[in-house]
């Protein structure tokens, strides 16, 4: 029997906890530990629920409570991992203190190239906003440059980059940035919405409602090596979907880089040689299995959902006592909580995905003359 | 494809997390999920690694904090609870406060019975030994009275009852004791090493290094209704196996209970009728399968740990430089590190038990005359 699992990996994972639901470490622990990872949960805020309720309850870790945890590990020898997924943290000093977090594990392995790799998702915002301080930006631009893989929105793309993403062109302009301003070797911008970009430019467009994914692992003299996969689009709102996908990613990356032989993953930060194109690098083939997993388990998250909020519809008691006002944060909290991530139940997408999707290398030479 | 899911069960579970290795919830939210359980983790303390590295770092949640995550919860309407599992709060307020959760969610559900059940795991100590405070004692005693199945081992077996269990004549008087006092319709008692206790009576002993293991489920008339299940003891002391024990318990009894058709589910408590023998009780079947699943996944941690020390001992550095007590205390950090129960990538023995022990019958007419 297959157990479906990916090579042996020890993940030390930072990142928020809700008792309810599934987001931050509450997603990425069990998507991980599903695929055969060894987790270690460091959890930087413990909240009853996530914010989409607009209402929680709990406490937040403080950079020097999240330091403290560390230095626990440390002092046991409990150290000894392979990957850090590092996501939300909840304030500029504490997005500190996971970074020295970072630089330390990376210091210790310094001697092993490889052996240790860094997946960072700069945690801001989205949809045009940011939903941290201020001052968590300048924390994450100093942190960048440590890491090996970093997953960022549209929105925190270009934040890093300074770049506004209008097009594809732009995109990829942005991913180059990226790769330029932070020399991290590996990006994927999770989420974009091409088509709320202008496709003025050459290149062909995605076909209606789809996501598109794109992803790049640096060549030797730094340029951008470009690939981008389209997913069909559900139309929900998911909370967690980040986590899944950083999370689905690290498993997957390590297999992918295995899979590609004892050079590569001796290699620093497991950047792949010139000569292998775009499409078949292992971050490409990584995301194929990832947009794959998450289809399948968010498409029964939809179906659950909808079905929940038309049984539930049927049940509901006439709400004349409550105001207005009332009635509609109950039907938020309920249309919310009919969203919730079904992962548990659907775990066998994540060990077995069906990969329905293709990858699309995407070199400069597709890209319109104006990038 | 079959995904060996038990049915579909939602859980609270409260208990400590430590980020590295697999005690408390860190042990239990894995296990039932493997199963198919939505597991709601509300966490009682944060520490870096089990206490028996004889050192940790991090912090305990006041019994206001615990309270307020659960308040988090009620507010947003997410305690639709089929199971709660309660485990060690790191205070007597914190017990409390966790008791008053369980009496919540009891009391919310007392219209329908079967339809919220509470495993208890008072935990106190163990080895003779108390390893909370003296207040935390009666403020479980105060508690059990609520909760469906307690899982106590036989030392804290023996406060509840205030019966030395020194043989398996008292072992039996214990349970009974605790049915009669706490009116507790389920115990467990697990982990009771036979051979320390006196073979005096006529009850046929078990082999050598085999731990016992004993259940009830009450009658009508409030009397035990004992089962008993042997199992080969390994030589090796594992932390978090009764966390492990409790979750698969959890996550086999609502199957079991299933599988006895719709109306023991809406039985109060679960309790078969009275024409139900021991050895066929949900509840002694569900511990056959939960023996086996622990067995084997402990069996293949003692071999990875037995590995690990070896050829960690083949490439240790001299260690001149070490004190005596620092050599000590280092190979005593290494080997707890080395007998961390290796959980998920036995996922596979969690889902699909080999069931390789039988339940026997143990009801009072086997017993001594004595009893």
């Not at 775990?347 to 329905?356: H, I, K």
Request: net charge negative; hydrophobic share 45%.
């Amino acid at each position: 029997m297959s157990d479906l699992l990916v090579p042996e990996t020890r993940v030390l994972a930072v990142a928020s906890h809700v008792v309810y639901g599934h987001v931050g470490n509450t997603m990425a622990e069990f998507v991980m530990q599903s695929l055969g990872c060894d987790v270690a949960a460091l959890n930087t805020v413990h909240f009853s629920n996530h914010t989409g309720y607009r209402q929680f309850k709990g406490t937040r870790a403080t950079a020097q409570e999240i330091t403290d945890l560390y230095q626990g590990l440390c002092q046991s020898n409990l150290t000894d991992f392979d990957v850090m997924l590092s996501g939300y943290a909840p304030s500029a000093a504490a997005v500190e203190a996971v970074g020295a977090i970072g630089i330390d594990l990376q210091t210790k392995a310094a001697s092993k190239p490889g052996s240790f790799f860094w997946v960072l998702d700069p945690v801001m915002g989205d949809q045009g906003r940011l939903y941290v301080n201020d001052d968590v930006v300048p924390a994450y631009k100093k942190m960048i440059q440590h890491a090996d893989l970093i997953l960022p929105n549209q929105f925190e793309a270009e934040v890093l980059s300074g770049i506004k993403i209008t097009s594809l062109a732009t995109l990829a302009e942005a991913i180059t940035a990226i790769h330029r301003i932070y020399k991290v070797p590996h990006v994927i911008i999770t989420s974009v919405q091409l088509l709320k970009l202008s496709h003025s430019d050459s290149t062909p467009s995605p076909p209606d409602n789809y996501l598109t994914v794109i992803g790049s692992t640096t060549r030797s003299d730094g340029s951008a090596r470009l690939f981008r996969v389209d997913v069909p689009a559900l139309d929900c709102f998911f909370s967690g979907t980040g986590d899944m996908f950083a999370a689905l990613t690290v498993a997957r990356l390590r297999e992918a880089v295995f899979a590609a032989g004892p050079e590569l993953r001796n290699t620093a930060s497991w950047v792949s040689p010139d000569e292998v194109v775009s499409a078949d690098l292992p971050l490409a083939q990584a995301t194929l299995k990832v947009l794959s997993s998450m289809h399948s388990v968010l498409e029964r998250t939809m179906e659950a959902r909808n079905a929940e909020l038309a049984s539930a519809a049927l049940v509901s008691a006439p709400s004349g006592d409550l105001s207005v006002e009332e009635q509609q944060k109950q039907e938020h909290l309920r249309r919310t909580k009919a969203a919730e991530v079904r992962l548990v139940r659907n775990a066998r997408f994540l060990r077995d995905p069906l990969v329905q999707f293709a990858v699309q290398d995407w070199s400069k030479e597709d890209l319109p003359d104006q990038l």
